[in-house]
């Protein structure tokens, strides 16, 4: 029975990580530890998010902007690969406390000002690459941060997604390799990954469908909500862990 709330909340997220460009693996990640150990939810949503990107890709692939994904790319697979190897030495309380409440004050400022944008040059670029690839490694998230970054630089929505899932489906294979090198997989899980697999292809099918009817203004609007909705969770997490309360 928790097999088939897991693979259905799996494709719940998919749908709203494809209309999103991010996001199924933060909201399918907390389920999940209610079921496997943390160890093995990382590792799962991982491929999960892998699949899910995979779909986006072949989806949207006529849209992905090469520049960002070499920019964002290389330094987020480089961090991604330092983060999964820390993950067993760093504790991810604070992190997810700061990174909650620098998000929470991006969408402030997004919807205050809703002209605000960053350049997206090479140094801003680079910056969203590291930091979004460090965190992923740590506590397989990271693509609020990629998300945010990529909002702000006001891509078209096909662009937005297409992009988004190329960096992501690069980061994945790297902290997947990392993953599964540590052990952190055992064997009785193997036969999920072609079940999230499939799940994934058809949640990002029907996302697709669903963000052709929406406007770039609403698109964006929904994308900062989805931001602010998982922000508020970080906050909410880290200080629950910081001062012991879960």
Known sequence: MNDLIF??????????????????????????????????TLTLVAFFHLSGSAGRIIFFHKSINTRLLVLFGIPGVIFTFIGAILVRYISSEFLELFLGVFLLSYVFISFLNPEFSIEANRLNSTAGGILSGFISGIIGTGGIIKSAFLTSFKLEKSVYIATAASISFIIDIIRISIYLSEGYLSSQYYIYIPVLFTIALIGSFIGKNLVSMVSEKRFRVFVLVIIALMSLKFIFDGISKVFGLI
């Open 7 to 40: 693979f259905f909340v799996a494709f719940l997220a998919e749908i709203i990580g494809t209309m999103a460009g991010f996001g199924s693996s933060t909201i399918l990640m907390p389920f999940a530890l209610f079921i496997f150990d943390f160890r093995t």
